[in-house]
């Protein structure tokens, strides 16, 4: 999983000048599904998944969902790309947070990831600094929760 999404992240930077990036399908059922759901939510992609009816763990979409009854998924606007700090590392083998980002209609969004497998832990600040054209402190720290803004 780690590897899938570090190249797509890195391959966007490239590709997502000229269109949008399919970082792929995946299953609910998978044990990784959340991690999964998440990176392609921040990919400005589709999020598609290949479950069967029977299988399929609404759960797992459910953060991403628009509260409106709509059913719609939240839509980033842009291309999900690394953080200029992230952009040259190798997160596979390197201690650190690996961060994706994107914007979204109510502003943007950082997904935050520790893909190094010597690693259990990894620690990260979140800035504005981590985000193209963000010239304000004001962020928001979502976790599924309904959000709740802090500088």
């Known amino acids: 999983i780690a590897h899938h999404i570090w190249v797509n992240a890195t ?3 490239w590709l997502g000048e000229y269109f949008r990036c399919d970082w792929d ?4 059922g998978h044990p990784f599904a959340n991690v999964h759901a998440m990176a392609r939510a921040v990919s400005g992609g589709p999020l598609y998944i290949s479950d069967s009816a029977t299988t399929f763990d609404k759960s797992v979409l459910a953060p991403f969902i628009i509260p409106d009854k709509s059913g719609r998924i939240i839509p980033c606007l842009g291309v999900g790309r690394p953080t200029p700090d992230c952009l040259f590392q190798n997160p596979l083998e390197t201690p650190i947070a690996y961060k994706i980002w994107n914007t979204c209609v109510g502003g943007w969004i950082v997904v935050v990831f520790n893909f190094c497998r010597a690693a259990a832990k990894v620690t990260a600040e979140i800035c504005c600094c981590d985000v193209e054209r963000l010239a304000t402190d004001e962020m928001v720290r979502w976790n599924g929760d309904p959000p709740r803004t802090s500088k």
């Open 11 to 13: 391959n966007s930077v």
């Open 25 to 28: 399908m995946f299953r609910t």
